[in-house]
């Protein structure tokens, strides 16, 4: 019988206190079950491996970044959507930098984002419509702003910016660049 209060969410949650606390690289079940006060075989009752373990923090973080997304973009539209979704993309990445990197990013992993996966890619897709993109446009320009975001916030998180110049306006103007390449009839 599972452990009262033990649940598949609350390993989930245990694997992401985890991850926050040592990084990527300290997940493991070991851990985990240390973090939830049970022995590891007890954990078995929730998540079969530790391959599934990383595929359901992969989930619970897209989902927090799908909200924070869908949140950021409600009732604006065009440049203002981007800029709102592209300042939560990377205010999530700077704020859980190891959660972000826990994330399996690989298309080879197939599953391991589902539903919260299609959830981002749906906002993101929602907002950059607004330019009247579709089709291969549409993925060209999904794939140019996740690029510039997840290498901005990625470098910021690991303190990679270390000149002086302002790095808000850096980012401002990241934003510009792609809402200005949008805003062309097709990208």
């Known amino acids: ?45 929730h998540v079969r491996n530790l391959a599934e373990l ?15 997304l869908g949140t950021a973009a409600m009732g604006r539209s065009r440049d203002d959507a981007v800029a709102a979704v592209m300042r939560a993309y990377r205010g999530y990445v700077v704020e859980h930098p190891s959660r972000y990197a826990s994330m399996q990013q690989s298309a080879d992993d197939v599953g391991a984002g589902g539903a919260a996966g299609e959830r981002v890619l749906d906002v993101i897709y929602a907002v950059l419509r607004g330019y009247g993109l579709d ?45 200005s390449g949008f805003s062309q009839t097709r990208v």
């Open 135 to 179: 089709g291969p446009d549409l993925v060209h320009a999904t794939r140019c702003l996740r690029s510039a975001v997840h290498g901005f916030a990625i470098l910021e998180a690991a303190g990679g910016f270390g000149l002086p110049a302002d790095l808000e306006a850096s980012y401002e103007r990241l934003i510009t660049v792609l809402t």
């Open 1 to 45: 019988m599972p452990r009262a209060g033990l649940s598949p969410d609350a390993v989930v949650d245990a694997a992401i206190a985890v991850v926050d606390a040592g990084g990527p690289g300290a997940l493991t079940l070991a851990a985990v079950a240390g973090r939830a006060g049970v022995a590891t075989p007890s954990l078995y009752k």
């Open 54 to 68: 990383r595929q359901l923090v992969t989930a619970r973080v897209l989902d927090e970044l799908a909200d924070r």
